[in-house]
């Protein structure tokens, strides 16, 4: 399966990235970029229970396709959700349900940063994402 074109583009600026303090700089770049969610947006029933910091997730259905929107209160986890989010735009259901994060975060060169309490946190977003594009 191939990568979308913005995930490409991660894993090319993270190869470039030596060292935890140089990527950790980009992963606070790379939450910049998230598009900000609306105060609408951050309501109770679009938050991700599971994680540790506060985390909100909105879904919608472009052409058959899922767009996700996520922001959180804790800056390095918004750069983790940018790139998760670039790795799942578009997705299938059934390809969003099996990705691998660990592999698409060691290929990022942040497996390190993925505490557990930050590994669940993000399974527990993967998993919503799943359930909104399930209808569930």
């Known amino acids: 399966m191939s990568l979308p074109e913005q995930a490409q583009q991660a894993l090319d600026t993270f190869a470039q990235g030596k ?3 140089q990527r950790a700089r980009l992963l606070m770049q790379w ?3 998230l598009e900000p969610l609306t105060a ?3 309501t109770e029933a ?3 229970h599971g994680c540790e910091s506060l985390v909100w997730l909105v879904a919608e259905q ?3 396709r899922w767009r996700f929107k996520a922001s959180s209160d804790a800056r390095l986890l918004r750069g983790l959700l940018a790139l998760l989010l ?3 735009q578009g997705l299938a259901v059934a390809d969003l349900a099996g990705l691998d ?3 698409w975060f060691s290929q990022l060169g942040l497996e390190r940063q993925l505490s557990p309490s930050r590994s669940n946190g993000l399974h527990a977003v993967v ?3 799943a359930e909104l594009a399930s209808g569930r």
Do not use: P, S
Request: net charge positive; aromatic share 4%.
């Open 46 to 48: 679009n938050r991700v």
């Open 19 to 21: 060292g935890w303090e």
């Open 127 to 129: 998993q919503r994402m």
């Open 31 to 33: 939450g910049d970029r």
């Open 40 to 42: 609408a947006d951050k």
């Open 62 to 64: 472009v052409d058959g």
């Open 86 to 88: 670039v790795r799942v």
């Open 101 to 103: 994060l660990r592999d």
